[in-house]
């Protein structure tokens, strides 16, 4: 007993010591970090660092809390050579201050100083920054890393998303430090007050700027920044916004006067246009530069004790005195009508009649404005009609919309209106006779309606002798009687003879499931073939009998007898009024409806809303149409119609019994409704990836749809998907170079290379694609603000927690069942997302490979009896063999003609493809 318990205490002494030489080996070495550091310092003797007891106090700029190191502040220290790249090893550190110092090579990695608050590395020589220099700052506060003089000689460096984790982030400085952009998810950092970023090479303002809670933005001095400062007007807590020195276009944006406590404005040196807010002279502004510039109209009445630096000359009149009104009827024209740069820089000072490009003049008087071609994209100004001496306005060639104002009939001396090769839509207003108006190459136009008819007196009227006696004028009077009897009559009887017609066929255009659709005009910019119509089918008017006015240029292909839309009325009335009852869906540019027709067919229509309806918005109407009308498939959407109806766009889209998938994948429970089994989830899956494959390659060309989410794609009664909302896609060049373009989409799909660059493959879909795979088996949305910073970003996520089997199994929707068959498809797909969502696009495979992934594991799980129909690619086994060859002939068929083309050439031989679904591996090695 005793030499048991001797050896019990033997071996408690043994692991007591194990464990205490465990924890000294564990614990960080901050002696050794700092005799690193010392060494590589070049002058280091002037520290004075002497022993080895570094928390005595006797080390210079050294501070020590429970014998670790806290705080290494070295600022003004005249210190050079290079800092260790073991530094980050002070795990708890919460100050590093090394400024105005000569420090050369790389800033010292501050990966996982999980504790660090402070940093303080500016005014240094520092030629690069780490790659990992952000990992893990979740509770740095402040971040000075700018005036490195020697990052100036590098290529350029932009934020990595790991400085997302830094929520506490409030002050960021890295002005001169070759920073060549911010991504929108730095400028919308929530924590984020002060910006310091001048001096780099930043082409432009991120759109995330708008509704961030910075108060202090310095981006001046970038050599080479372009766009507008549209973001700029949407920050209502900025203090100090200084855009100085680069070559900013546009306006000065009216919401910055909602900036109640901005003080400090510098905007000198820029192309800015138009007019200065006149709020601004309402905020407590002490100084506003507005120098060298092209800003025109009144200058606000600043106090007189602000600091105001601006081109007097360019403005109507000094002192808040107003502008004559020509000039102000100009300049709110040119205002609303999108000011093009060109034009914009000439319209400038207090005489349109003195070196206004475009404008003419009769003495004092503007008479004349020619306007063609000169780039203008807002809508036609009613101000025009304050002009009264004017004779002629050309505005054509342009890319104007909106409607035609009825102010401008008003005008007494007009001769010529010409608004032709716009996207100008709405009825027109009754001009004169005396006017000649042109309006050809508008496609969204409403119906000109005829003038009224002459009268004696009225414009346009012939004169003549009066009447030669009273009975001539009983006569006629008489007579005109019993034709206006007759005419009545007649009109009764056509007028029930159409009614009744009119009843059998007003529905007639989508109950037949015609698919014709007009393209209207397209900018420069945009694809080529959105300036044609492409007419399809039969029927000549309009389905409530009349004929739109579409007299468009040669350009258009119309042929005579042309279905050209669908009535409003239709809609109206199958969507019972657009009742609210009716919403399926809500977004950003209207709301989408169920129609349901007398003989029960149902369909959606989406409405897009008058006010909404900017040049962006008649984009994305104009594009939905393009595309549908050139790719059909089983897995995408089918347009059944479009209407122009004044101000409003409608399309009308088969109607999916179903809804969206983010409803059944989010909202399940509020739907009242059972959550998605894992085999119909891979189904839908595989329906996405046939879809995307075909737009991708398959059809006669090749477009990229830049907003793939569960939202957008839409299930019906067999729960068969298909991809929809086809407003933001582009046609992808060939031969897969990139393309540039605007940013569009929806953050948390958005593939990296896009977000930061704004150029775009048929990669970013499949980047996309790989996150609603993620969704499908997480059940978490892309972006999840309820969940912990770190957590929030989906595939950060499921990266770094799917490491192993047992966490793999975790990250999984709860209400999938998994067993061991479920398992192994679950691990497959996994593979497959992760490699959609690699960093770099070469990365990624194409849709087709995703096709061949997907496909074996969901015809595992096809049911022996399957739906029947157009969608079913089952062969009955009971067929005889002639019957069964000629059911997969006419399914073949199908897929080559509308539906899946992945098994035919261009020829529309079969071919076999390439089975690639178990030739991957991800990162992980599963």
């Known amino acids: 007993m005793k030499t048991r318990n001797g050896r019990n205490w033997a071996l408690g002494i043994t692991i007591i010591a194990a464990f205490c030489l465990a924890a000294a080996v564990a614990a960080p070495n901050d002696g050794a970090v700092l005799q690193a550091f010392l060494k590589g310092v070049a002058n280091g003797a002037s520290l004075s660092w002497t022993g080895t007891d570094y928390c005595g106090g006797t080390w210079n700029g050294v501070t020590c809390s429970g014998g670790n190191v806290v705080q290494l502040r070295l600022r003004d220290s005249g210190l050079g050579g290079t800092v260790t790249p073991t530094l980050n090893q002070l795990t708890d550190l919460t100050f590093l201050e090394l400024p105005n110092n000569g420090f ?41 890393i700018d005036r490195n003089t020697g990052l100036n000689g590098t290529a350029g460096w932009t934020f990595p ?87 900013l276009t546009g306006p000065i944006p009216d919401g910055l ?151 401008l009939t008003t005008l007494p ?14 009825l027109v207003p009754i001009f004169s006779s005396n006017v000649t108006f042109r ?22 009227a012939t004169p003549g002798a009066a009447s030669g006696s009273s009975s001539s004028s009983n006569v006629g009077m008489i007579v005109g009687i019993v034709v206006g009897v007759l005419a009545l009559v007649i009109a009764v009887v056509i007028l029930a003879i159409c009614l009744k017609r009119r009843k059998k066929r007003k529905y007639s255009s989508l109950m037949q499931g015609q698919n014709t659709v007009v393209h209207p005009q397209g900018d420069s910019g945009s694809d080529p073939e959105l300036g044609k119509i492409v007419a ?31 009535s409003y009325e239709v809609l109206r009335e199958v969507t019972e009024n657009f009742a609210e009852k009716n919403v399926l869906g809500k977004g950003g540019f209207g709301v989408v409806y ?25 984009k994305e109407f104009q594009s939905e149409i393009s595309v549908l009308s050139k790719v059909r498939h089983r897995n995408l959407v089918e347009l059944k119609g479009y209407c122009a109806y004044r101000n409003e766009r409608l399309l009308v889209y088969e109607y999916m019994a179903q809804g969206t998938l983010a409803q059944h994948l989010f909202e399940y429970k509020a739907l009242g409704t059972s ?37 957008n794609i839409l299930l019906g009664d067999n729960w068969h998907a298909k991809v929809s909302d086809f407003g933001l896609v582009k046609l992808a060049p060939e031969n897969n170079f990139s393309v540039e373009t605007r940013l569009a989409g929806t953050f948390g799909y958005l593939a990296p290379e896009y977000a930061v660059t704004g150029r775009v493959t048929t990669k970013a879909d499949v980047f996309s694609f790989g996150v609603c795979l993620m969704e499908m088996m997480t059940g978490r949305r892309a972006l999840d603000e309820t969940e912990l910073e770190e957590n929030m970003h989906l595939v950060t996520w499921f990266r770094r927690t799917n490491t192993s089997q047992e966490t793999f199994i975790n990250c999984i929707d709860p209400t999938i069942t998994v067993d061991d068959e479920t398992l192994k498809s679950l691990n497959t797909v996994s593979d497959l997302a992760l490699l959609c969502t690699q960093r770099e696009p070469y990365q990624r495979p194409d849709m087709a490979h995703a096709v061949n992934v997907l496909k074996p594991l969901v015809e595992q799980w096809k049911p022996a009896k399957t739906l029947t129909g157009e969608s079913s690619e089952e062969i009955d086994l009971q067929l005889t063999l002639p019957e069964a060859l000629k059911q997969w002939q006419d399914l073949e068929d199908y897929s080559f003609t509308g539906g899946d083309d992945r098994s035919r050439t261009s020829t529309g031989i079969p071919v076999k493809p390439h089975d690639f679904a178990n030739t991957f591996t991800s990162n992980d090695g599963r």
């Open 104 to 144: 050369t090579g790389a800033m010292p990695s501050l990966a996982g100083m999980a504790n660090l608050q402070n940093v303080y590395l500016h005014q240094n020589n520092f030629t690069s920054i780490p790659g990992d220099f952000f990992n893990g700052l979740t509770n740095v506060v402040n971040l000075y």
């Open 161 to 247: 998303e790991a400085i997302t984790a830094s929520t506490l982030l409030a002050n960021l400085s890295v002005a001169s430090t070759n920073l060549n952009s911010i991504p929108d998810y730095v400028a919308a950092m929530p924590s984020l007050r002060v910006l310091l970023a001048a001096y780099n090479n930043i082409p432009s303002i991120p759109a995330a700027f708008a509704g961030s809670n910075i108060e202090v933005l310095q981006v001046n001095n970038q050599g080479g920044m372009k766009g507008t400062m549209a973001p700029c007007g949407q920050m209502p807590a900025v203090k100090l916004l200084w855009l100085q020195v680069n070559q």
């Open 257 to 407: 006067v909602d900036a109640k406590g901005l003080t400090d404005l510098r905007l000198n040196d820029n192309l800015l246009v138009g007019q200065i807010p006149m709020g601004l002279a309402n905020l407590p502004i002490t100084t506003a530069f507005l120098k060298n510039n092209y800003l025109s109209g009144q200058m606000p009445p600043f106090p007189g004790t602000v600091n105001v630096s601006s081109d007097a000359a360019d403005f109507c009149a000094a002192g808040g005195s107003p502008c004559s009104a020509q000039v102000t009827a100009l300049l709110q024209f040119l205002k609303d009508a999108g000011y093009p740069e060109t034009l914009s820089q000439s319209w400038i000072g207090a005489d349109p009649c003195v070196g206004w490009s475009g404008v003419t003049c009769a003495g004092t008087d503007v008479v004349s404005l020619s306007l063609a071609k000169v780039g203008f994209t807002g809508t036609i100004s009613p101000f025009l009609a304050n002009l009264t001496s004017l004779r002629q306005i050309l505005l054509n060639d342009n890319a104007l919309t909106g409607s035609i104002p009825t102010a």
């Open 413 to 426: 001396v007009l001769q010529t209106l010409d608004v032709s090769n716009n996207n100008i839509s709405g």
């Open 439 to 460: 309006s050809t190459g508008n496609p969204l136009l409403g119906t000109v309606l005829p003038p009224p008819s002459s009268a004696p007196g009225s414009p346009g």
């Open 536 to 566: 399809g089918h039969r029927a000549a008017q309009a389905t409530d009998g009349t004929r739109t006015n579409y007299s468009g240029p040669s350009d258009y292909q119309v042929e005579e007898g042309d279905h050209l839309g669908t």
């Open 594 to 618: 169920k129609g349901t027709f007398p003989d029960g067919t149902m369909v959606a229509v989406k409405r897009m809303e008058a006010a909404v309806m900017s040049t962006k918005g008649l």
């Open 675 to 711: 959550p998605l089994e894992w085999t119909r989830r891979l189904s839908i899956a595989l329906d996405v990836a046939r879809g995307l494959e075909y737009l991708h390659g398959l059809a006669h060309k090749s477009f990229i749809h830049r907003d793939l989410k569960p939202s």
